[in-house]
């Protein structure tokens, strides 16, 4: 479980997160959604400790994220698997290696043995060819890459997952894949996750629920129909400008 209380995060002069209160529930995915510039992906690195609070605190699995002693902070980041926007791979390294530094276990990482199966496993869970492992970053599309982020974020096996933009810079179909593999791992392997996105549509259809994020707290959080059918202007106002959807009127997002 993830709890957010209280969380304020300044930088400078400007104030990102004004007292945000998030709760997270074990075993669902929650869309953070969000103009561009709210501080989406400011408040999903407080949740692995990129980021601290300047006041508040954030919980997960009941412990202080802030207050972890450099040990502890490390075996919790090791039951959370992070996406990060831009896929975050290394050009100089082959997929297989790329993956292989998701692994979390030492002593599953000097075992090679292991470290086959787990990426070959990895490669299958994300829809990408076992011959993939022996590519370079270079030669793979924007999609295939983001495929190989995120097949690097589960190969520790985490309890959790960050998505930071995971379709961002994608066309329609390839951000349709993303969405689609969110919800499989959420379906197969039983990971709560957390994905920052400016798509409010992929937002809507892979959710259990979703949060907006607006002028520093959360002024919506709901299922998709409880979202949809909020009378909050400004909940109606960022759904018509980014989803030309009108409140009131929710249908499923396929």
Same mark, same amino acid.
């Given at each position: $479980?993830?709890?957010?209380? !209280?969380?304020?995060? #300044?930088?400078?002069?400007?104030?990102? @997160?004004?007292? %945000? &209160? *998030?709760? +997270?529930?074990?075993?669902?995915?929650?869309?953070?959604?969000?103009?561009?510039?709210?501080?989406?992906?400011?408040?999903?690195?407080?949740?692995?400790?990129?980021?601290?609070?300047?006041?508040?605190?954030?919980?997960?699995?009941?412990?202080?994220?802030?207050?972890?002693?450099?040990?502890?902070?490390?075996?919790?980041?090791?039951?959370?698997?992070?996406?990060?926007?831009?896929?975050?791979?290394?050009?100089?390294?082959?997929?297989?290696?790329?993956?292989?530094?998701?692994?979390?276990?030492? $002593?599953?990482?000097?075992? !090679?043995?292991?470290? #086959?199966?787990?990426?070959?496993?990895? @490669?299958?869970? %994300? &829809? *990408?060819? +076992?011959?993939?492992?022996?590519?370079?970053?270079?030669?793979?599309?924007?999609?295939?890459?983001?495929?190989?982020?995120?097949?690097?974020?589960?190969?520790?096996?985490?309890?959790?997952?960050?998505?930071?933009?995971?379709?961002?810079?994608?066309?329609?179909?390839?951000?349709?894949?993303?969405?689609?593999?969110?919800?499989?791992?959420?379906?197969?392997?039983?990971?709560?996750?957390?994905?920052?996105?400016?798509?409010?549509?992929?937002?809507?259809?892979?959710?259990?629920?979703?949060?907006?994020?607006?002028?520093?707290?959360?002024?919506?959080?709901?299922?998709?129909?409880?979202?949809?059918?909020?009378?909050?202007?400004?909940?109606?106002?960022?759904?018509?400008?980014?989803?030309?959807?009108?409140?009131?009127?929710?249908?499923?997002?396929?």
């Amino acid at each position: $479980m993830i709890e957010m209380h !209280d969380v304020c995060k #300044r930088f400078g002069d400007q104030t990102i @997160l004004d007292g %945000v &209160n *998030l709760s +997270i529930k074990s075993g669902e995915t929650v869309a953070l959604l969000g103009y561009s510039g709210a501080g989406k992906s400011v408040l999903l690195k407080h949740i692995n400790g990129l980021l601290h609070p300047d006041r508040g605190h954030v919980e997960v699995d009941g412990l202080r994220v802030g207050t972890l002693r450099r040990k502890n902070l490390a075996n919790l980041r090791n039951r959370i698997g992070y996406v990060f926007q831009n896929g975050a791979l290394f050009d100089s390294e082959s997929v297989y290696e790329n993956i292989k530094l998701g692994i979390t276990d030492s $002593m599953c990482l000097s075992d !090679d043995s292991y470290c #086959r199966n787990r990426v070959s496993d990895c @490669l299958e869970l %994300v &829809n *990408l060819p +076992i011959d993939t492992e022996k590519k370079f970053p270079s030669e793979l599309s924007g999609g295939m890459k983001k495929r190989v982020g995120i097949a690097r974020a589960i190969a520790g096996e985490p309890k959790y997952l960050l998505y930071d933009e995971p379709t961002s810079g994608l066309d329609p179909v390839n951000a349709d894949i993303i969405d689609s593999l969110v919800k499989k791992l959420q379906n197969e392997l039983g990971v709560t996750s957390v994905m920052v996105t400016h798509d409010v549509r992929g937002g809507f259809r892979v959710a259990d629920r979703l949060a907006l994020l607006h002028h520093g707290v959360i002024r919506a959080f709901g299922t998709p129909e409880e979202f949809a059918n909020s009378e909050d202007e400004a909940v109606a106002q960022f759904l018509e400008r980014d989803f030309g959807m009108t409140t009131g009127e929710y249908k499923p997002v396929n």
